[in-house]
């Protein structure tokens, strides 16, 4: 019998859709979120909150003749995967999901999320989903993604990865760099103290220093 995670059929437990951009990102992010169930918002989140209402709360009448559907709820059973689509277009080749970020792009994190969301589409419709896109509201712009064989194997890897972070209850140590200072969970993490080791231990040892109450 494989080691549990490694067997594709043993799913155990469920990976939410989402995580897999936090878990690109940053895993400790990932962690907070989906294991200490950690959440502070700020205007990021808050924009992108917003912006995916907005995305949500449009009607599904065509748009220049494609079919549109929004907010679908979206399963794997065979990878353990759920979450939803901000946006699925029906073209005549297929399914299209169209996700939706408020900031500029900034890596290929957000691509694994998508290419998620369309392995979702294909084990639920039975069809291929070759392609898709990322709409940056920042420049009001399309970036499509293909779901080639690299970035599918990649999308796999990062399943399996927040898979075993949450079976695990794992939570990384904190980077403590460039990716910190725009996080919303940055007071909840404190990077700046648990990702200095000599800084921790110092603080650690204050919490439990013996007083004389005798002599004042």
Known sequence: MGTPGNDPTDIGIEVPISALEH??????????????????????????GLAHERVHSGD????????????IPLWSDRLGLRGKADLVEFHAE?????????????????????????????????????????YYYATRKRHEVVFDEVLRQRTLAV?????????????P????????????????????VVGERARLRGLQGTLFQVYDTDHR
């Open 173 to 192: 140590e904190a980077p403590n760099d460039s990716r910190c200072p725009k996080c919303s969970l940055i007071h909840a993490c404190l990077p700046h």
């Open 159 to 171: 399943i399996e990865g927040v898979r075993r972070q949450l079976r695990e209850q794992e939570l």
């Open 94 to 134: 297929g399914p299209y999901p169209v996700e939706y970020k408020v900031g500029k792009r900034h890596g290929a994190h957000a691509d694994l999320q998508l290419c998620a969301q369309a392995l979702c589409l294909e084990d639920m419709l039975g069809v291929s989903v070759p392609c898709g896109a990322i």
């Open 60 to 71: 599904d009448t065509p748009s220049r003749g494609i079919e549109v559907r929004r907010g």
């Open 23 to 48: 878990y690109s990102y940053c895993p400790r992010q990932c962690a907070l979120i989906h294991v200490e169930q950690t959440y502070e918002e700020n205007v990021y989140t808050v924009r992108g």
